[in-house]
């Protein structure tokens, strides 16, 4: 089957933007979780949803940051006010269960300039 | 909060030979998870420990579960040029959040 899509796949935003980016998970994957993983690092943890139930948002660096899976399926983190520190890979995966196997999407590379 | 170490951060390899790279945590872990990622590409899944002192075989790749679950390692046998990547163990303590280390960087020369 079709598995973690992302888009956009690219994204450039002059500083001060707000952006908005995507993630459809699995089909019947009710864990869906968002990392930021920046140049030569690995993924960073950002927040995370069961259903539509936003559990642990931890992880967001501020509130500029927002994520939303109002029916329980797909997904989207917005920025606001886009800073050049936010200029990352975004990375979206999904899971049965909290704990089951992440599947990772391909990622949205947001460059901030 | 918890964090996760990977020793080498990078490690190039001759063709054919063997190599290892190594995950601790600060903190105990109930289960621990490692990830291959390609250049360009996402993270895919690989294996996930969780018993004390578990090992598990796939192919070339052994992965193993420190007796205090607090560290992995990952040892590749014969090396591939088609083992090039960034490994990434990724730790899960208390709670659903899993916590990655920084990756070992693989270069195999042919």
């Known amino acids: 089957g079709a598995g973690v899509s992302q888009s956009p796949r690219y994204k450039v935003a002059k500083r001060g933007q707000d952006v908005a980016l995507r993630c459809d998970p699995i089909?019947?994957?009710?864990?869906l979780f968002w990392y930021q993983q920046a140049l030569g690092q690995g993924p960073e943890f950002l927040t995370y949803f069961q259903n539509e139930a936003q559990l642990d948002k931890s992880g967001l660096p501020s509130d500029r940051f927002f994520a939303e899976r109002p029916e329980g399926s797909v997904s989207t983190l917005k920025i606001q006010r886009t800073q050049q520190e936010d200029s990352a890979v975004y990375l979206c995966a999904s899971s049965l269960s909290p704990v089951d196997t992440q599947y990772f999407g391909p990622g949205t590379r947001l460059t901030v300039l | 909060g918890q964090q996760v170490m990977q020793i080498p951060q990078y490690q190039h390899v001759q063709e054919g030979e063997d190599f290892t790279t190594y995950c601790n945590s600060s903190?105990?872990?109930?289960?621990i998870q490692w990830y291959k990622q390609r250049p360009g590409g996402h993270p895919v899944f690989l294996i996930q420990l969780v018993k004390s002192g578990e090992v598990k075989k796939q192919k070339r790749l052994t992965f193993q579960f420190g007796e205090a679950k607090k560290n992995s390692s990952l040892h590749i046998t014969a090396t591939q040029t088609t083992d090039v990547g960034t490994y990434f163990c990724a730790g899960r303590a208390a709670g659903n959040k899993l916590t990655f280390g920084g990756g070992t960087r693989v270069l195999v020369k042919p």
């Open positions: 903190t105990t872990l109930s289960n």
């Open positions: 089909s019947g994957h009710v864990s």
